[in-house]
């Protein structure tokens, strides 16, 4: 909505952002927008990231706390253009629920290297990226146990992802921190999370 032209009515992908200003290149009107920071809490498949999502709404009102397989759900997934297709939605749904004054936090585990390289990624002071990460040994029993997931794949995968988050800084070009939820209940994890959310304001 904020990026549909007041004057002429584009609503194509196509407007120039700089700062808090949006041009259209159609007409040249330029209005302003609500200009505020992107956040993604990622992690492997088992490692916890909805379970702390829903933890991290009861917790606070100041932020919006949305799961991106929404999309997922509801879009193509089988090429690298229809993944982009999902990141472009997850921005372009949080660049207009910030003009309500809020933060957007999406639980998020693919995708992360695409979050610079869209359209819409112009529309956010600053996108930042957290990962869930824990010992091998506890995934692998949050997965088995406490989620009954058998598919050895499926299981490997998350294990070499999790790795991944804990031995490397970046994905791509985006960088990310991580949070350890070893030894922690939910509630630690989500307040942890909140916390840094505070720290990135």
Same mark, same amino acid.
């Given at each position: 909505?904020?990026?549909?032209?007041?004057?002429?009515?584009?609503?194509n992908w196509n407007k120039k952002v700089e700062g808090d200003v949006i041009t259209c290149p159609n007409c040249g009107e330029k209005w302003r927008f609500i200009k505020k920071p992107l956040y993604i809490l990622t992690g492997c498949s088992g490692v916890g990231k909805t379970t702390t999502g829903m933890a991290l709404q009861k917790l606070t009102t100041d932020f919006v706390v949305l799961d991106a397989d929404m999309f997922f759900? !509801?879009?193509?997934?089988?090429?690298d253009e229809d993944y982009?297709?999902?990141?472009e939605q997850v921005q372009s749904l949080s660049k207009n629920i910030m003009q309500s004054g809020k933060c957007v936090v999406w639980t998020m585990a693919g995708n992360i290297d695409k979050l610079v390289r869209t359209y819409h990624a112009a529309f956010f002071s600053e996108i930042h990226v957290l990962a869930l990460v824990c010992s091998e040994e506890s995934l692998r029993e949050r997965m088995t146990v406490g989620r009954g997931i058998t598919h050895e794949?499926?299981?490997n995968g998350s294990v070499d992802y999790n790795h991944y988050f804990r031995t490397h800084?970046? !994905?791509?070009?985006?960088a990310f921190e991580t949070l350890d939820t070893d030894g922690k209940c939910v509630?630690?994890?989500?307040?942890?999370?909140?916390?840094?959310?505070?720290s990135k304001g």
């Open positions: 909505m904020i990026a549909i032209c007041p004057k002429c009515g584009s609503h759900n !509801i879009m193509p997934h089988e090429t982009f297709a999902q990141v794949g499926w299981i800084e970046k !994905i791509g070009d985006v509630s630690q994890v989500a307040e942890e999370v909140l916390q840094w959310l505070k």
